[in-house]
């Protein structure tokens, strides 16, 4: 049986990354992938800056 496709999954996160600037997890991942199937690309609600997260 075939496995699905990871390029279309969000990895089921349910608490927020951390973000590395200013260390709040009020972030949410806005794709769930970024230039590559290991990251993904997240916003920090907190200082509303973009960053991505390797899985």
């Known amino acids: 049986m075939r496995e699905p ?3 279309v999954t969000t990895g089921g996160d349910e608490t927020g990354a951390e973000c590395p600037y200013c260390g709040s997890t009020n ?3 806005e794709h769930p992938k970024g230039p590559s ?3 993904s ?3 920090c609600n907190g200082c509303e ?3 991505e997260r390797f899985e």
């Open 37 to 39: 199937l290991c990251r």
């Open 27 to 29: 972030t949410v991942r």
């Open 49 to 51: 800056q973009p960053f």
């Open 41 to 43: 690309m997240h916003y």
């Open 5 to 7: 496709d990871p390029s």
